[in-house]
Nanobody, 120 residues
């Protein structure tokens, strides 16, 4: 089992920045990938970014590329998501996830989520 705890959400004005953190514990070595998803009110959960545990290669949704940056601190089993140039449409609950890469990414573990609110 893997436990994920997010932190760093909050309220900012458009154009502002936030940094989200996700601390993993448990069988973290079994995860090939960690990522971030978000869910806005009335919408489905969507992929935001992911990072491979060994290579560190990042992947981004088109809507956040060049604004958001995912990174990891392997020694701390922590993944970060730097959110810059925030827009009101980025308002959502952001979830951290961990999973495996078996040809495609499969996320098996989820955090409780952290709220990000961007006002215009």
């Amino acid at each position: 089992q893997v436990q994920l705890v997010e932190s760093g959400g909050g309220s900012v004005q458009a154009g502002g920045s936030l940094r989200l953190s996700c601390a993993a514990s448990g069988r973290t070595s079994s995860n090939d990938v960690m990522g971030w998803f978000r869910q806005a009110p009335g919408k489905e959960r969507e992929f935001v970014a992911a990072i491979m545990r060994i290579s560190g290669n990042p992947y981004y949704a088109a809507s956040v590329k060049d604004r958001f940056t995912i990174s990891r601190d392997s020694a701390k089993n922590t993944v970060y998501l730097q959110l810059n140039s925030l827009k009101p449409e980025d308002t959502a609950v952001y979830y951290c996830a961990a999973g495996s890469n078996t040809g495609s990414l499969k996320f098996d573990y989820w955090g409780q989520g952290t709220q990000v609110t961007v006002s215009s």
